[in-house]
């Protein structure tokens, strides 16, 4: 299992918008930053602001769509690096990871959205 690197792991604390980009969870910072000030993300059971700092040991709450993460905060780092590393900088609760797993089965298990469609819409079908 590869290890983060002393250079990149940051000193204690990072903004939480950095530090959800850097551990994959958004592609980009602006992402990140723009979920946690929609109420997408919680720290400690709280709202905040995307320059509020996490730290080694906090918990965060993310929600996207219909899934949600429970995930414990166990490093932080300054820069993105490859997946592997950045699943090292967190841990997920088994009954989170369930949980999100049942809810991505059920999706899967349904049908298609565009299952009752049939060929192109015309003037007829209102679309």
Not at 70 to 76: K, N, P, S
Not at 100 to 122: F, L, Q, S, Y
Request: charged share 35%.
């Amino acid at each position: 299992m590869a290890s983060l690197r002393d250079a990149d792991r940051a000193p204690g604390r990072v903004r939480i918008d950095k530090w959800l980009w850097a551990a994959r969870f958004y592609k980009t910072r602006s992402l990140a930053a723009r979920a946690v000030e929609g109420g997408k993300v919680k720290l400690n059971s709280e709202r905040v602001k995307p320059g509020k700092e996490v730290k080694s040991g906090d918990e965060l709450e993310l929600r996207s769509g219909e899934l949600q993460w429970l995930i414990e905060v166990r490093a932080v780092a300054l820069k993105r690096g490859p997946a592997a590393e950045a699943a090292l900088l967190y841990a997920e609760g088994e009954e989170s990871r369930a949980r999100r797993e049942h809810m991505i089965a059920m999706r899967r298990a349904g049908p298609h959205p565009a299952h009752d469609t049939h060929g192109r819409p015309t003037s007829a079908t209102g679309a």
